[in-house]
């Protein structure tokens, strides 16, 4: 069974920072992780995602690049997204998802949720201005 849990939601100022993590456990081998993200009334959108295994390869949604960040720790293995520059617009519950076995797919959707099999229980973000 796969499990994933994340932490380190809250509340931040606009322009502040904030980091997330969510640990994957389970038989899931070789997988590509990421992080979406569902503010009210409004679908569950994919924000950065990640492959970690012999080399790295990370995608972001347009309207966190250059901002978020995702990383792997493998000997953890544990997904993060470091947030910089907090805006209001990011306010959301984060989810952390991992997928398998859709590579290929994944690799020309790399925000599609429906190829990450995995889902954690999600994790509030809020930004006041």
């Known amino acids: 069974q796969v499990q994933l849990l994340e932490s380190g939601g809250g509340s931040a100022q606009a322009g502040g920072s904030m980091r997330l993590s969510c640990e994957v456990s389970g038989s899931i081998y070789n997988y590509y992780g990421g992080w979406f993200r569902q503010a009210p009334g409004k679908e569950r959108e994919g924000v950065a995602v990640i492959f970690s295994g012999g080399y790295t390869y990370t995608y972001y949604s347009d309207s966190v690049k250059g901002r978020f960040t995702i990383s792997k720790d493998s000997a953890k293995n544990t997904l993060y997204l470091r947030m910089n520059s907090l805006e209001p617009e990011d306010t959301a519950m984060y989810y952390c998802?991992?997928?398998?076995?859709?590579?290929?797919?994944?690799?020309?959707?790399?925000?599609?949720?429906?190829?990450?099999?995995?889902w954690g229980q999600g994790t509030q973000v809020t930004v006041s201005s």
């Open positions: 998802g991992a997928g398998a076995g859709r590579f290929m797919d994944w690799r020309q959707f790399p925000l599609r949720r429906d190829l990450f099999n995995y």
